[in-house]
């Protein structure tokens, strides 16, 4: 069997039910079924203005944010997700001036939720740098089911490996 690279460090018999959704067929329309639609931010404005009603919520008095786009040259499937990065950050000297958060451009097509996910991950790192307790305790603070999207967005990245994107949320 193909090694399932996103769900690594899920227990087997996670990712032995993920492989009979996949044999059988069915890792897609398990995901429609669960998210029948995908969000409507489509463009940089409503993203941002997405972004920043969740960090006024939860996080108000983190560094600013100066803007949150998409970004086409950031290729979610091929980077670093297994080390834990869905968006790759603006690193260096001008972080400081100018908090940037840059969202791969394949989160134009996906549910709310997920989109949701990498928003607050990104949002949790003006807190909390490394990938640690408190990170994640500020992540379910922000989204309630932090841990159960980000499975399930693992498991549409192993579809998109395997068959491309789903049409429905196109
Ligand atoms: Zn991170």
Same mark, same amino acid.
Not at 8 to 27: M, W
Not at 103 to 110: E, G, H, L, P, T
Not at 141 to 147: I, K, N, T, V
């Given at each position: 069997?193909?090694?399932?690279?996103?769900?690594?460090?899920?227990?087997?018999?996670?990712?032995?039910?993920?492989?009979?959704?996949?044999?059988?067929?069915?890792?897609?329309?398990?995901?429609?079924?669960?998210?029948?639609?995908?969000?409507?931010?489509?463009? #940089?404005?409503?993203?941002?203005?997405?972004?920043?009603?969740?960090?006024?919520?939860?996080?108000?008095?983190?560094?600013?944010?100066?803007?949150?786009?998409?970004?086409?040259?950031?290729?979610?499937?091929?980077?670093? /997700?297994?080390?834990?990065?869905?968006?790759?950050? *603006?690193?260096?000297?001008?972080?400081?001036?100018?908090?940037?958060?840059?969202?791969?451009?394949?989160?134009?097509?996906?549910?709310?939720?997920?989109?949701?996910?990498?928003?607050?991950?990104? /949002?949790?790192?003006?807190?909390?740098?490394?990938?640690?307790?408190?990170?994640?305790?500020?992540?379910?603070?922000?989204?309630? #089911?932090?841990?159960? *999207?980000?499975?399930?967005?693992?498991?549409? /990245?192993?579809?998109? #490996?395997?068959?491309?994107? /789903?049409?429905?949320?196109?």
């Amino acid at each position: 069997m193909k090694k399932l690279k996103y769900l690594a460090h899920y227990p087997p018999s996670v990712v032995e039910q993920v492989s009979k959704l996949i044999n059988t067929g069915k890792l897609g329309s398990h995901l429609l079924k669960k998210y029948p639609k995908p969000h409507s931010l489509k463009n #940089d404005k409503t993203l941002f203005s997405y972004t920043m009603n969740i960090k006024n919520e939860y996080i108000k008095k983190s560094p600013p944010l100066s803007k949150t786009i998409y970004d086409g040259k950031i290729n979610v499937i091929h980077n670093a /997700l297994g080390t834990h990065h869905f968006i790759s950050r *603006v690193q260096g000297s001008k972080l400081k001036a100018k908090n940037e958060i840059r969202i791969a451009s394949m989160f134009k097509s996906v549910p709310e939720k997920f989109l949701e996910m990498i928003v607050v991950h990104e /949002l949790a790192h003006f807190k909390e740098k490394e990938h640690n307790k408190a990170f994640y305790k500020l992540c379910e603070y922000m989204q309630r #089911d932090y841990h159960q *999207v980000e499975f399930d967005l693992r498991l549409y /990245l192993t579809y998109v #490996d395997m068959q491309g994107k /789903l049409e429905e949320w196109s």
